[in-house]
């Protein structure tokens, strides 16, 4: 670590143990001691936040500022200032200046996460999973997976997610990546089934790991998709981390047959009690042979969604990202290693996870050797893929932005099974993108003050 980065950790673990001592007193004090110091006077970001600073810090009935408290309150210490180093310091401070030197030095697309799966493994047999369709045999080493997170931290990436199949059939080797990168976080998405007690004691222990537990709803809604028994089997997973102070998060599949109950107000009230401090929400795709496109979501329960969490982040001290309908706040698409990309478990690196085609794999190609061949080459020339950016997606939402894509570049699917031809893949899609088109649109093209839609607001509203 250079003197100036150890420099910054030790100012950040300083300013985390006087945090510490009294939140709710402290974090106002810090804000306004850095000012003073001149901290952030060259960066254009703390400067145009700086009102919203202080108006979270300064006001209690302010949604986040209870937010921040609830953080302390029911988080572990330690965990917490682990988690405030690998985000604000090594993905944020360190990391961003060292993606962004490494963009204009190789010309190419530079994650600021990777997403990866350990195994194609699962213990659970879901509705229209499309994990299902890699077939269940296979893994990347320990080795291997240790070597991603090298190359990544290189190119200054520090964030690491894990997908699968179920990521926790690894829990072992998912452990000791933790202690052999302690300056990174990781994340995994998992059906939660296979957290116990002894394994909430390894993440007490380690501090860099946090799960995101996929729920479909309620217990009818989520065991319609899972099988019988595992809303039950999940919430004892969520009882166990909250009574260790342990940070997790809920993953939410919105569908045909669920969206009205994920979008209500009660349902963000249960993540809350749960003890969740977070939520991702995708929205169900038909990819893979195995697919069920009748699962996709309508035009209007989509916008519900995009209306529903804009309210709610107003209103419930829960921080929620919409996969594709912030689009509006991320520039557009964020895949083809724009902000991350996707390793599956055979090596093969994609631009997504829900776009399951390749050029590369991390047994042949370095990661940098992936970022720069045609494929993500092809994503970076063509973000963002609309000029509405409520509409993101190249397979979603421009399913013609794909099919281009991939004959442009040669990229082949990365389905052993049942490879799947993108003009099938994005058949399945064409209807939903035409629905949605005209919606976005007029979401898009809506001014301040229309029926309350939010659009436009700026980041800084979240």
Known sequence: MKLKEKAQAFALNQAMNYISGNPEK????????????????????????????HDILDHPDNIWHQYLMGLWRDIDNDILKTLFRNFVLNASLIGGPKQ???????????????????????????????????GHMLNMSYET???????GKALGTHFYLFSGGEPLVRKADIIRLCEAHPDCQFLSFTNGTLINEDFADEMLRVGNFIPAISVEGFEDDTDFRRGDGTFKQVERAMAILKARRLPFGISCCYTEKNTEIIGSEAYFDQMIEWGAKFCWFFTYMPVGTGAVPELMATADQRAFMYHQIRKFRKTKPLFTLDFW??????????AGGRRYLHINANGDMEPCAFIHYSDSNIHTKTLLEALQAPLFMAYKERQPFNGNLLRPCPLLDNPDALVDIIETSGAHSTDLENPENVLGLSDKCRSAAAHWA????????????CAGCGTHEPLSAL
């Open 438 to 449: 005209p919606v976005a649109d007029k979401l898009w093209g809506c001014q301040d003050g």
């Open 325 to 334: 309908n912030d689009g509006e706040y991320a520039g557009g698409c964020i």
């Open 26 to 53: 402290n974090l106002p004090k810090l804000l306004s001691l850095m000012e003073d110091m001149g901290w952030g006077r060259n960066s254009a970001a703390f400067t145009s936040q700086k009102e919203l600073f």
């Open 100 to 134: 962004k030197a490494a963009r204009e030095q190789y010309d190419c697309n530079i994650p600021w996460a990777i997403l990866m799966d350990p195994t194609s493994a699962c213990n659970l047999q879901c509705t229209g999973c499309w994990a299902a369709e890699y």
């Open 145 to 151: 997976l240790d070597d991603i997170v090298s190359q």
